[in-house]
C-alpha cells in the first residue's frame, strides 16, 4: 500500500476514534428517540474494516499474520465483511433512530446474512470477493459469497431507505421529518460509501472511505445535536442561490463579450476566448453573490427592512382586535394574522383557567383554524410546560414536549393532550402575570421547522391578542353566567310549580285516603248494625248471615290492602324492602299477576293479549314482589282504559336486560306527568272524581301503586318508564309502560327476605274461625254469592234497617263500588 493511501487510511481510523470520543462524552438534550450504543458499535466496525487496508493484501499467506486468517479467508474478503457487519450494525441504529418495532428483526437477520458469509469465505478457496474488480465478475463465473454479499446489500439498502422515507411521510412534526430526511441521505451516503470501500479498486475505496466517514459523521451529529440542520431550507435556499447565480454569471457573460468585441472591434469567434469570458463571469457570480447576500444583510440591519411585510400585518392586527369582544371574532382575525406572517395550515387557542391550587385546566376555543378537538386538559403548577409557557414567558415547540430532555418529567395526561391537539408551535398569552391562554399553530405550508425569529413573531401575536383575549373572555363568562341564570330561573319556575302540585297531593291524599278508609269502615259497621238488628228480633238465617260476612270480609280485604300499601310505601321511603331472589320466569310472573284481574277484564270487555314472554330466559328475582309491580301496571292500564279497549303485553331480550311492555288505548298522560305519576299519593285527575271501584274505568286507590311499583323494580336493579303521546278521553291516546330487568341483579340488590304483611289466616278471622260451635258450615253457593259482591241491599229484607243505616247504603251504591 503507498503512502497517501496509508496517510488516509491512519486519518480516517483516527476519525472514527474522535467521532467515538464525542459520542461518549455528549450529553444529549434530548430523550426518546434510538440509542447511542449502536451507533457506538457501528463506528468501532467502520473503523477495523479501514484499519484492514493498513494490511499487505498477501497477509493471509504471509508468515507474519495467516495465523490470523482461518481457513481459505483472505485480506480483501476481511476487508468486505468488516464492512457488511458496520452495515448490520448501522441498519439497527437507523430503525431505532426512526423509531421502528423492526429493529431486532433486522438485527438478527443481519447478523445471520453476516456469519453466513464469513463461513463461506473461510470454505470457498476460489473467492474473489474484495479483489479488484470482484464486483463485475460476481455472476460470471458464479462467486457464492460475492452473490450472498451484494444480494444483502440490495435488502439492507431497500429495507433502509423505504424506512426513512416512511418515517418522512408519517411524520406530524416538520422537526421529525427533517430528522428523517437528513437520515435518509446519511443512509445513501454510508451505503455508496460501503460499496466503494469493498469494491477493491484503490481509487474508488479511497473515494469510498470518504463517502462513508461522511455519512457515519452526519449519523453521529445527527444523534449528538438536538436540532439538525434544515434540509429543505438549505436545499430550496441552495437552488435560489443557484439560478441567480447562472442568471448573474449570464449577465457578466454577455458584458465581457460585448466589451471583447468593442475593445478588440471585430467579430471574429474565437471558442477559448469565450471559454475564458464564461468561466471569468462564473468566478464574478461566485464572489457576488455572497457578497450581495452580506451586504443586503447589513442593510436590513442599518435601515430596517427586514420584515417589513410581517410589521404592516402585525400593525393591522392590533387595529383589528382594539374593538373585538367575541371570542370567536378575536380567534379568526389572529388566525388569519397567523396565516399570513407564518403560513401557518392549522391554529386555534386554548383556554386557560384556574381549577386548584396546584393546577389549571385548559381546553381548545371550539373556534380555530381547521378541526379543532373536543379535549379537557391540566397543566400542574410544577410542570415543566407550566414553567416554560407562564414563568419564562417563552414559546414551546412540540418537538421539544416530544423529544426534549427538560420535559422528560412532563405527566402523561399533559403530553397526550398537546399530541391530541396535532400542533408545532405553542406561544403563551399572559396579562397581568396571569396565563390566560396558549395561541397554538399547526405546521407551515412549506412543512419548514420554526425558526427562532418565527417563534418571536408568534409570542408578539400572543402578546398583542391578551387584553383583547381576556375582554373576550370577560363578555364570554357573563353571557354564560346570564343563559346559566335564566336556565336555574326556568328550573325554579318548574320546581316551584311541581312543588304547589305535590303541595296539592297532599290535600288530596288526605281527601281520598279518609274515603278508601271511610268506606270500608262504614260498610262494617252498617252490616254489623244490620246483624245485631236481626239478631235481636231472632229473624238472622244462615244465608243472610252468608251473605253479610262476605261483604264484611270484603270490606276487611279492602283495608288490609290499603294498609298494607303503606306498609310497603314506608319499607321504600327508609330502603327497608328486602328481596328475595330465586330463577323466575316472566312467564309464570305475569300469568300470576293477571289472573285475579281476570273476571275484570271480562266485565269490562277488554281485550288482553301476551305475547314474547314464553320465549324470555329466565331471569334471577323475588317473583312475590314481582308479581305485585306486574299486577299494579296491568290494573292501572285497565283502570284508565274506556270498556271495549285493549291491552297488549309484550317482552322482548336487549343485550342482558329483559324489557316488558304494557300498552293500553286508554286516555293517555301528559307528558307533564311522565315522572309525578311515579311519587307517591299522586293523581293526574280531580280527586274530587275519584271512585273506591278498583277496577272501574277511572277508578283510583291511595296512590300508591306505581311508586310501590317502582320501588320494587330499581331494587331488582331494573328501570321503569312510561311513554304516552298525552292526555285526551276522547282520542284515546293511549300509554305504554316499560319495565327493564336485568337477567342478574346488581351486586348491590337486597337479598334478604322479604317483610310480609300479617295476613287474615294469622290473625284467624276468617269467617270459619268466628262461626259459633255447633254452627254448620255454609254451602258453596253461599260462598261464590258473597264473592260476586253481593251487597246489604239486595240481601233479604227482613225488617226495616238502624235510623240512618239507609243514607250509609246509599252513599255506597252512590259511590258505585262493587263490593
Known amino acids: 500500500?503507498?503512502?497517501?493511501?496509508?496517510?488516509?487510511?491512519?486519518?480516517?481510523?483516527?476519525?472514527?476514534?474522535?467521532?467515538?470520543?464525542?459520542?461518549?462524552?455528549?450529553?444529549?438534550?434530548?430523550?426518546?428517540?434510538?440509542?447511542?450504543?449502536?451507533?457506538?458499535?457501528?463506528?468501532?466496525?467502520?473503523?477495523?474494516?479501514?484499519?484492514?487496508?493498513?494490511?499487505?493484501?498477501?497477509?493471509?499467506?504471509?508468515?507474519?499474520?495467516?495465523?490470523?486468517?482461518?481457513?481459505?479467508?483472505?485480506?480483501?474478503?476481511?476487508?468486505?465483511?468488516?464492512?457488511?457487519?458496520?452495515?448490520?450494525?448501522?441498519?439497527?441504529?437507523?430503525?431505532?433512530?426512526?423509531?421502528?418495532?423492526?429493529?431486532?428483526?433486522?438485527?438478527?437477520?443481519?447478523?445471520?446474512?453476516?456469519?453466513?458469509?464469513?463461513?463461506?469465505?473461510?470454505?470457498?478457496?476460489?473467492?474473489?470477493?474484495?479483489?479488484?474488480?470482484?464486483?463485475?465478475?460476481?455472476?460470471?463465473?458464479?462467486?457464492?459469497?460475492?452473490?450472498?454479499?451484494?444480494?444483502?446489500?440490495?435488502?439492507?439498502?431497500?429495507?433502509?431507505?423505504?424506512?426513512?422515507?416512511?418515517?418522512?411521510?408519517?411524520?406530524?412534526?416538520?422537526?421529525?421529518?427533517?430528522?428523517?430526511?437528513?437520515?435518509?441521505?446519511?443512509?445513501?451516503?454510508?451505503?455508496?460509501?460501503?460499496?466503494?470501500?469493498?469494491?477493491?479498486?484503490?481509487?474508488?475505496?479511497?473515494?469510498?472511505?470518504?463517502?462513508?466517514?461522511?455519512?457515519?459523521?452526519?449519523?453521529?451529529?445527527?444523534?449528538?445535536?438536538?436540532?439538525?440542520?434544515?434540509?429543505?431550507?438549505?436545499?430550496?435556499?441552495?437552488?435560489?442561490?443557484?439560478?441567480?447565480?447562472?442568471?448573474?454569471?449570464?449577465?457578466?457573460?454577455?458584458?465581457?463579450?460585448?466589451?471583447?468585441?468593442?475593445?478588440?472591434?471585430?467579430?471574429?469567434?474565437?471558442?477559448?476566448?469565450?471559454?475564458?469570458?464564461?468561466?471569468?463571469?462564473?468566478?464574478?457570480?461566485?464572489?457576488?453573490?455572497?457578497?450581495?447576500?452580506?451586504?443586503?444583510?447589513?442593510?436590513?440591519?442599518?435601515?430596517?427592512?427586514?420584515?417589513?411585510?410581517?410589521?404592516?400585518?402585525?400593525?393591522?392586527?392590533?387595529?383589528?382586535?382594539?374593538?373585538?369582544?367575541?371570542?370567536?371574532?378575536?380567534?379568526?382575525?389572529?388566525?388569519?394574522?397567523?396565516?399570513?406572517?407564518?403560513?401557518?395550515?392549522?391554529?386555534?387557542?386554548?383556554?386557560?383557567?384556574?381549577?386548584?391550587?396546584?393546577?389549571?385546566?385548559?381546553?381548545?376555543?371550539?373556534?380555530?383554524?381547521?378541526?379543532?378537538?373536543?379535549?379537557?386538559?391540566?397543566?400542574?403548577?410544577?410542570?415543566?410546560?407550566?414553567?416554560?409557557?407562564?414563568?419564562?414567558?417563552?414559546?414551546?415547540?412540540?418537538?421539544?414536549l416530544d423529544y426534549g430532555r427538560v420535559y422528560a418529567d412532563v405527566p402523561a395526561q399533559e403530553r397526550r393532550f398537546f399530541q391530541l391537539m396535532r400542533m408545532s408551535a405553542y406561544a403563551p398569552v399572559v396579562v397581568q402575570g396571569d396565563l390566560i391562554g396558549i395561541l397554538c399553530c399547526g405546521a407551515k405550508a412549506t412543512d419548514d421547522p420554526f425558526t427562532d425569529q418565527e417563534l418571536e413573531l408568534l409570542m408578539t401575536i400572543a402578546n398583542q391578542a391578551g387584553v383583547a383575549l381576556r375582554n373576550a373572555r370577560l363578555v364570554s363568562d357573563l353571557r354564560r353566567r346570564e343563559s346559566e341564570l335564566t336556565d336555574l330561573n326556568v328550573t325554579l319556575s318548574s320546581t316551584t310549580e311541581q312543588l304547589e302540585r305535590l303541595d296539592n297531593v297532599k290535600t288530596d291524599f288526605i281527601t281520598i285516603a279518609s274515603h278508601e278508609l271511610r268506606t270500608p269502615l262504614a260498610q262494617i259497621r252498617g252490616y254489623t248494625d244490620i246483624m245485631e238488628a236481626m239478631n235481636e228480633e231472632g229473624m238472622l238465617d244462615q244465608d243472610q248471615i252468608a251473605g253479610m260476612t262476605g261483604n264484611l270480609r270484603k270490606a276487611a280485604d279492602r283495608l288490609e290492602d290499603l294498609i298494607g300499601a303503606m306498609l310497603d310505601m314506608s319499607q321504600i321511603d327508609v330502603n327497608a324492602m328486602d328481596l328475595s331472589f330465586a330463577q323466575t320466569s316472566l312467564e309464570n310472573v305475569m300469568r300470576m299477576a293477571i289472573e285475579p284481574l281476570t273476571e275484570a277484564i271480562h266485565n269490562r270487555k277488554l281485550m288482553l293479549s301476551a305475547r314474547g314472554l314464553r320465549q324470555l330466559p329466565p331471569i334471577q328475582a323475588d317473583m312475590q314482589r314481582l308479581v305485585q309491580a306486574f299486577r299494579n301496571v296491568v290494573l292501572n292500564a285497565i283502570k284508565f282504559t274506556p270498556d271495549g279497549g285493549r291491552i297488549d303485553i309484550s317482552g322482548r331480550l336487549v343485550d342482558d336486560e329483559v324489557i316488558i311492555m304494557i300498552k293500553d288505548t286508554g286516555i293517555g298522560i301528559d307528558p307533564a306527568n311522565h315522572d309525578l305519576i311515579f311519587k307517591k299519593f299522586f293523581r293526574a285527575h280531580d280527586p274530587n272524581l275519584h271512585s273506591t271501584g278498583t277496577t272501574k274505568f277511572m277508578g283510583a286507590g291511595p296512590g300508591l301503586g306505581l311508586t310501590i311499583t317502582m320501588g320494587v323494580i330499581e331494587g331488582h336493579g331494573g328501570r321503569l318508564w312510561v311513554e304516552s303521546p298525552g292526555h285526551d278521553p276522547e282520542t284515546l291516546p293511549g300509554s305504554t309502560f316499560f319495565i327493564a330487568l336485568p337477567l342478574n341483579p346488581p351486586s348491590d340488590a337486597r337479598r334478604v327476605k322479604p317483610f310480609a304483611p300479617s295476613t287474615a289466616q294469622e290473625f284467624d278471622l276468617t269467617a270459619d274461625a268466628v262461626r259459633p260451635p255447633g254452627t254448620a258450615q255454609r254451602d258453596d253457593s253461599a260462598r261464590d254469592s258473597a264473592a260476586s259482591g253481593q251487597t246489604a241491599a239486595s240481601a233479604p229484607t227482613l225488617m226495616r234497617p238502624p235510623e240512618g243505616l239507609r243514607e250509609l247504603l246509599e252513599q255506597r251504591q252512590a259511590d258505585g263500588d262493587d263490593g
Request: glycine share 8%.
Open 1 to 400: 500500500m503507498d503512502s497517501p493511501t496509508t496517510i488516509l487510511t491512519a486519518g480516517l481510523t483516527i476519525g472514527y476514534a474522535i467521532l467515538l470520543i464525542i459520542l461518549l462524552g455528549h450529553d444529549r438534550e434530548w430523550q426518546g428517540v434510538g440509542t447511542r450504543r449502536w451507533m457506538i458499535l457501528t463506528l468501532l466496525a467502520a473503523m477495523a474494516g479501514t484499519a484492514t487496508f493498513l494490511l499487505p493484501e498477501n497477509a493471509h499467506t504471509s508468515a507474519t499474520y495467516a495465523d490470523y486468517f482461518p481457513g481459505d479467508l483472505t485480506q480483501p474478503a476481511l476487508t468486505v465483511i468488516a464492512i457488511n457487519l458496520m452495515l448490520v450494525f448501522f441498519g439497527h441504529q437507523t430503525l431505532r433512530y426512526l423509531q421502528f418495532r423492526s429493529a431486532v428483526t433486522f438485527s438478527i437477520t443481519g447478523l445471520v446474512w453476516w456469519i453466513g458469509q464469513v463461513m463461506i469465505c473461510m470454505v470457498e478457496a476460489d473467492s474473489v470477493m474484495g479483489q479488484e474488480g470482484w464486483l463485475g465478475s460476481v455472476v460470471d463465473p458464479l462467486d457464492a459469497p460475492g452473490v450472498l454479499v451484494v444480494g444483502g446489500w440490495l435488502v439492507i439498502g431497500a429495507w433502509l431507505l423505504t424506512a426513512a422515507f416512511y418515517a418522512f411521510y408519517r411524520a406530524r412534526l416538520p422537526e421529525v421529518a427533517n430528522r428523517a430526511l437528513v437520515w435518509a441521505i446519511v443512509i445513501l451516503l454510508v451505503l455508496l460509501g460501503a460499496v466503494l470501500s469493498a469494491s477493491g479498486s484503490e481509487m474508488l475505496v479511497e473515494i469510498g472511505w470518504g463517502t462513508q466517514f461522511i455519512g457515519l459523521a452526519g449519523a453521529a451529529y445527527s444523534l449528538a445535536v438536538y436540532h439538525v440542520v434544515d434540509i429543505r431550507r438549505m436545499l430550496r435556499r441552495t437552488t435560489a442561490t443557484g439560478i441567480l447565480t447562472a442568471v448573474t454569471a449570464l449577465v457578466v457573460f454577455a458584458a465581457l463579450v460585448v466589451a471583447y468585441r468593442y475593445e478588440t472591434g471585430t467579430d471574429t469567434d474565437s471558442g477559448s476566448v469565450y471559454v475564458i469570458l464564461a468561466l471569468l463571469a462564473i468566478a464574478v457570480a461566485l464572489v457576488y453573490m455572497p457578497l450581495r447576500t452580506a451586504a443586503q444583510h447589513i442593510a436590513d440591519r442599518l435601515i430596517g427592512m427586514s420584515g417589513e411585510r410581517s410589521a404592516q400585518v402585525l400593525r393591522q392586527f392590533s387595529e383589528d382586535i382594539t374593538g373585538v369582544v367575541e371570542l370567536d371574532a378575536l380567534v379568526d382575525v389572529t388566525m388569519y394574522t397567523l396565516s399570513q406572517v407564518l403560513r401557518v395550515r392549522r391554529g386555534g387557542l386554548i383556554l386557560v383557567t384556574k381549577a386548584a391550587s396546584d393546577a389549571v385546566a385548559i381546553r381548545p376555543a371550539a373556534h380555530g383554524m381547521g378541526e379543532m378537538p373536543d379535549i379537557k386538559g391540566r397543566i400542574a403548577l410544577k410542570s415543566p410546560v407550566y414553567s416554560q409557557l407562564a414563568r419564562r414567558r417563552a414559546p414551546m415547540l412540540q418537538y421539544d
